[in-house]
């Protein structure tokens, strides 16, 4: 069986279950397994929008380059769900292989050239030696053991090791170390029947090497949730919404674990579930106006409903950080896949003219970052800022470098009066320009009588008074327009990685698309074409991108949207030619693989668009 | 909301509070609404029971929504912070802030507007995570701003001033809040300070959502046929350049009566609303007997007022959050952040 050349570190395994069977602790171990090998790898989660029933995939990809990206191929297919057979065994590569529960024999139906097909009696093997009885969850024991012993099977036939596996069953049920023993069994029964059936091990598999040290393996939406912890937010308020929830479960599980007054057992945070996002939204103003660093995670149709309220922070200038994990729209569409089509909406939400710095991390080390990084812009600016996140960095586990902080840092609280100052000072206006950079200066309610001013969303003059005076409100809006300047200055740069000769081509990706365009551009660049990348990781455009833009004759944007928004930013905000833009779309709700810019930019090398 | 000062005008011999304020200390600026607006009125009990309570102005946050009431904060307290939000949200705005700085004072005006349609969800979470914060409902069953749209708390029967009649059901704030669980509800009428004042009083110090639902008459209901005052009227009989709005001024409509007796209460437009001002020997902790005798009042269309409902009892929001009493934006950054130390040891468990 391990004919052909080995395929090692490099392979794509992909397990196909039905949504709710308990398989996500499984392909957790084996994900883990690899990383543990010293093996690079990356997880992506296929599932459904339900409860359970429906069919589910887990992708893991181990890259000895590192890479990330989904890849539209698979070596190894764990087919557990009977229905999607046909379509399981279609997506296996050419010399690709195929397991599946073989208690009900289907190799008849189960036949394509090239691929082999390796059935195991997991079921059967499970029911002869475990007792149907209920352990933890919902799932029989017997449904869970199914999970782990198609583990032990792989580790039989990729040879990821199975000492590692057991390690890792140790640490997890640490707190229930009699599991630890069903479960290696399960495994055993596996991994000893793959070796007395198959020859062992295929050509495709694993090998131990060194390549995730100084990493760890983290979902976005934790390390953001750990961001709003480092960054000193008390108060979040949200409504659960697909797929941003798991950020405030994440939050909240670090503010019980370091937040907790050590002698009285008192939260020092307050995390409120609203009765929806409008109201969510409207805690994350009233704290932030209150003094409080606040925050609310969402997603598409919660930001829809936020609007009004974003609209309101920014012309009352409030500080306030609303995460955008974005899923796929318009409207509900479909909310366990992933898209990057939010961008129009956060820029520029609500009524009237406004414009909000949007943040634009690419993994979850940079969703830790920024998380940090948007509520010092938040205070610094006094306005709404958003972090634009998707499902597959904040839902799907990446390997990124080990997070970490520099205790030296203090927050930008931004231009608040104290008391003292206000003691020392004449009168306060609210809205006044003093520095000449846009940026007024603010009090926090409960201080001293001469700073206590009134919050409106309707006409103001500079010293915050309500006004319909046509110049007097002219003066606060393009007070607004010289902050977004400001803005500019502040949000993080682009980040350019220079082709190794001249071209005048570039490639201009952001979030998520990153890995798969690091990638793209190593295959472009082995058949000879090389292009600049700039990746993007803020809204305004600071100088860099304009420059990137003078400097390229063709610039192909890439993004996970149908409307190529990113594009028409660049050409609102910085009146980019439109011919120069060529857009790399991908959206159909999965993580962009590499193929579809490699695809992309040759096909315009074979129209005569690039030189 | 007005963005004309009011002038201190000081006299010898005007009283202070204990922190040696007076009462033009505790008001705010000039009123836009129509003259003999009930609010206004409210406006006034607002600040006496703020003087006579002796708060410090900065200690005090208030809060409103979209609509006539909602312009209110603008018209006591002016040293403290205020926050006109949107249309029927002010109840969120208020919980953030409270969650931030539990140390301060929240007042929320509303009105039936506000908080019975378009904020009717934000009103009842409020009420239900006993948000400590005084919540005022400026209640005139109509919508000013835009000229006299029916509210969800008009009456069945009742009439726009262009005569459409209202054949929907009144939403009571009042058996609203008691039924989803509000821990102090109370109702009262604009022109009785004698009531209102110890009301509020009483409001601002319960830890807890403490809801007053204050009928406050509308003077753009003095609209009706025959009325020399009235939109018809003055249109005929002036010549005016340009057509504009005109709300005939009018006088505040003021009750006084005890404890016990019903009243009868002529409203701007003319018609009579009934109020009972509870016995003394009331009960206002059984939830089931105050519903029973709102309905009963409601069955003899009278409107029971005073403090219908309490319960000192109930946990407040930070109380069911376990938060520190220690006001949360009040901690320095290094209570917050668990440190570089902490984040390397968290990490060992993402191998």
């Known amino acids: ?67 990330n990206a989904r890849v539209s191929r698979v070596d190894v297919m764990v087919a557990m769900n009977a229905q999607t057979y046909a379509r399981d065994l279609a997506e296996v590569g050419e010399g690709g292989y195929l397991i599946y529960d073989s208690t009900w024999p289907r190799e008849s139906q189960l036949q394509r050239e090239g691929v ?93 090497m060194d ?54 057992g008192e939260n020092r945070f307050c995390i409120i579930q609203a009765e929806d996002e409008l109201a969510a939204a409207g805690m994350v103003l009233g704290a932030g106006w209150a003094g409080a660093r606040a925050f609310t995670p969402t997603s598409g149709p919660g930001i829809s409903l936020m609007s009004e309220f974003i609209g309101f922070a920014y012309y009352t200038e ?100 104290t008391d003292e100052d206000l003691t020392r000072i004449d009168q306060f206006h609210r809205y006044l320009d003093v520095d000449g950079d846009g940026i007024p200066y603010r009090t926090l309610p409960g201080s001293h009588p001469k700073g206590s001013y009134f919050v409106r969303g309707s006409g103001h003059d500079q010293y915050g008074r309500y006004t319909e005076d046509a110049d007097e409100y002219q003066q606060v809006v393009d007070r607004l327009r010289l902050k977004w300047q400001t803005a500019k200055t502040l949000v993080p740069d682009a980040v350019l990685r220079s082709a190794r000769g001249h071209t005048d081509v570039g490639i201009i990706a952001f979030g998520s698309s990153h890995g798969a365009t690091v990638e793209a551009l190593d295959r472009l660049a082995a058949e000879g ?50 011919d120069k833009l060529i857009s790399i779309l991908h959206y159909n709700g999965l993580p962009v693989p590499s193929d579809v810019i490699v695809e992309s930019v040759t096909e315009h090398i074979r129209q005569g668009a690039v030189a | 909301m007005s963005y004309i000062t009011k002038p201190k005008v000081k006299w010898s011999g005007r009283q202070t509070n204990e922190l040696g304020l007076t009462l033009a200390d505790y008001e705010g600026g000039l009123s836009t609404l129509c003259a003999g607006c009930g609010h206004d009125s409210i406006t006034a009990a607002l600040v006496k029971a703020f003087w006579e309570l002796a708060l410090k102005p900065e200690q005090v946050i208030k809060l409103s929504g979209i609509g006539c009431s909602s312009k209110t904060p603008a018209y006591f307290l002016s040293g403290a912070h205020g926050f006109n939000s949107v249309h029927g949200r002010m109840p969120s705005v208020a919980t953030g802030a409270q969650a931030a700085r539990r ?20 009103f009842a979470h409020a009420v239900r995570r006993n948000l400590n914060v005084l919540y005022i409902i400026e209640n005139n069953g109509v919508y000013g701003l835009t000229k ?84 018809a009227w003055t249109r005929q009989h002036l010549h005016a350049a340009i057509e504009t709005d005109y709300v005939a001024p009018s006088t505040e409509i003021e009750v006084d009566y005890a404890e016990g007796e019903v009243s009868d209460v002529e409203l701007h437009d003319g018609s009579v609303i009934r109020l009972k001002k509870l016995d003394q020997d009331f009960d206002p902790s059984s939830r089931a007997q105050v519903l029973g005798h709102l309905a009963a009042a409601h069955e003899r269309q009278e409107i029971l007022t005073g403090l219908l409902f309490l319960n000192e009892d109930l946990p407040s929001l930070h109380t069911i959050q376990g938060t ?13 952040n668990p440190g570089a130390a902490a984040l390397k040891t968290l990490q060992e468990g993402m191998r």
Request: charged fraction near 20%; aromatic fraction near 8%; proline fraction near 6%.
């Open chain 2, 324 to 336: 520190s009493r220690k006001p949360l934006s009040r901690f320095a950054f290094d209570e917050l």
């Open chain 1, 318 to 417: 409030i500080p306030a950080v609303f995460f955008d994990i974005q899923r796929v729209g318009p409207s509900t569409g479909m909310p366990t896949r992933t898209q990057q089509c939010d961008l129009m909406t956060a820029a520029y939400a609500s009524h009237g003219d406004t414009r909000h710095p949007v943040l634009l991390p690419s993994d979850p080390k940079e969703c830790f970052e920024m998380a940090v990084a948007a509520f010092d812009l938040a205070e610094r600016l006094q306005t709404p800022v958003f972090v634009l996140s998707d499902l597959d960095i904040g839902m799907n586990e990446w390997m990124v470098d080990e997070l970490e902080w520099d205790d030296s840092y203090r927050p930008d609280r931004g231009k608040v009066l």
């Open chain 1, 529 to 578: 074409v090389d292009a600049d990348y700039l990746r993007l990781r803020a809204f305004p455009f600071g100088k860099e991108v304009e420059k990137f833009l003078d400097q390229h004759r063709l610039v192909f944007v890439l993004e996970q949207n149908r409307d190529a928004q990113m594009r028409g930013l660049l050409m609102l905000e910085l009146d980019a030619d439109p």
């Open chain 2, 148 to 231: 006299g749209q029916f509210s969800a708390s008009a009456d069945p029967g009742s009439k726009t001033k262009k005569g459409l009649e209202n054949r929907n059901q009144a939403i009571d704030p009042v058996t609203t809040a008691i039924s989803l669980g509000g821990s102090f509800v109370a109702r009262s009428f604009s022109g009785d300070k004698e009531q209102l004042v110890p009301l509020i009083k009483a409001g601002l110090r319960h830890p807890g959502c403490a809801v007053i639902d204050v009928i406050s008459p509308c003077v753009t209901f003095n609209d009706h046929e025959g009325s020399t005052k009235s939109y």
């Open chain 1, 1 to 67: 069986m391990a004919t052909g050349n080995a395929q090692i570190n490099d392979f794509v395994l992909k397990i196909a279950t039905v949504n709710g069977s308990g398989s996500a602790s499984a392909n957790g171990l084996l994900m883990k397994a690899l990383f543990r090998m010293g093996i690079p790898v990356t997880g992506k989660n296929l599932f459904p929008s339900n409860i359970q029933g429906l069919p589910t995939w887990y992708e893991i990809r181990a890259s000895r380059e590192g890479y």
């Open chain 1, 116 to 208: 082999h097909v390796l059935g195991i009696p997991l079921s059967g093997m499970v029911n002869a030696n475990f007792e149907s009885a209920r352990v933890r969850t919902a799932a029989p024991i017997r449904t869970l053991m199914k999970n782990i012993a198609y583990v032990g099977a792989l580790c039989a036939l990729m040879q990821i090791d199975r000492e590692i596996v057991r390690k890792l069953l140790e640490e997890t049920f640490a707190a229930k170390p009699k599991l630890v023993e069903p479960n290696f069994k399960a495994v055993t029964l596996g991994y000893d029947y793959a070796r007395e059936h198959f020859d062992c091990p295929l050509r495709v598999r694993a090998a131990p």
């Open chain 2, 103 to 122: 140390d301060l004072i929240a007042i929320g005006i509303s009105g039936d507007g506000d908080s019975l349609s378009i904020g009717f969800g934000q």
């Open chain 1, 211 to 264: 390549g995730t040290g100084g990493k760890i393996l983290i979902e976005g939406n934790a390390a953001a949730a750990l961001g709003c912890l480092y960054a000193g937010a008390t108060v979040g308020a949200w409504y659960p919404i697909t797929p941003s929830t798991s950020l405030m479960d994440a939050f909240e599980n670090f503010c019980n674990k370091f937040r907790k007054d050590p002698e009285t």
